[in-house]
C-alpha cells in the first residue's frame, strides 16, 4: 500500500533501480549494433556509467535503510522492447539503423532524467541531502548522455542515413 511520500519514494526507487539493471543487459547489445564507431563508443561508456549509478542507488537504498530490491518497470521494458523491435526490422548495420538506435536511446534516457528528477526533487524536498545529491549526479549523466546522443546523430549519423535515401 501507498499512503506517504516515503512509500512513493521507495517505489519510485525500486522502479529505476530495475530499469537501470535491465539497461546493464541492454546497453551491451545496443553497442554491438551500431555501426558508428562513435556511436558504439557511446553506448559502451554510458554502460559503464550505469555500473556507477546502480552503485549510487544502493547507497540510497542504504541511507534509508532498506535492502536494495527492484520492482518492474514496465515502460523501460517497452522501451527495450522498442529497440529489440527495430533491430528485427533492421537486420544489417547501417547509418539508418544507428539514427534509430539513437532515438530509442534518447527515450530511454529521457525517461530516466523523468525518474531521477522526480526522486531529486522528492528527496531535496524533505531535507534529504546527501540522497538528493547521490540523485543529482546520476542526473546530469543521463543528460549528458541525452546531450552526447544528440551530438553523435547530427554531426555524422543523420547525414549518411540521409544520404542512403
Ligand atoms: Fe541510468
Ligand atoms: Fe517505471
Ligand atoms: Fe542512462
Not at 546522443?149 to 540521409?162: G, P, R, W
Request: proline share 2%; glycine share 6%.
Amino acid at each position: 500500500m501507498m499512503k506517504t511520500m516515503d512509500d512513493l519514494f521507495l517505489m519510485t526507487l525500486k522502479d529505476i533501480y530495475y530499469a537501470e539493471r535491465q539497461l546493464l543487459k541492454a546497453l551491451p547489445k545496443m553497442s554491438r549494433a551500431a555501426q558508428s564507431a562513435e556511436l558504439k563508443q557511446a553506448f559502451k561508456e554510458h554502460k559503464d556509467q550505469t555500473e556507477g549509478q546502480i552503485e549510487r542507488l544502493q547507497q540510497v537504498f542504504q541511507i534509508l535503510g532498506k535492502r536494495a530490491q527492484g520492482q518492474t518497470c514496465e515502460a523501460i521494458q517497452g522501451l527495450i522492447q522498442e529497440g529489440e523491435e527495430l533491430l528485427e526490422e533492421a537486420p544489417q548495420p547501417s547509418a539508418v539503423r544507428d539514427a534509430g538506435l539513437i532515438a530509442t536511446g534518447q527515450a530511454i534516457e529521457h525517461y530516466e532524467m523523468a525518474r531521477y528528477g522526480a526522486l531529486a526533487t522528492w528527496a531535496e524536498a524533505q531535507k534529504q541531502t546527501e540522497i538528493a545529491e547521490l540523485l543529482h549526479a546520476t542526473l546530469e549523466e543521463e543528460k549528458a548522455t541525452d546531450a552526447l546522443l544528440t551530438k553523435v546523430a547530427t554531426k555524422s549519423v543523420h547525414q549518411e542515413a540521409l544520404r542512403a535515401g
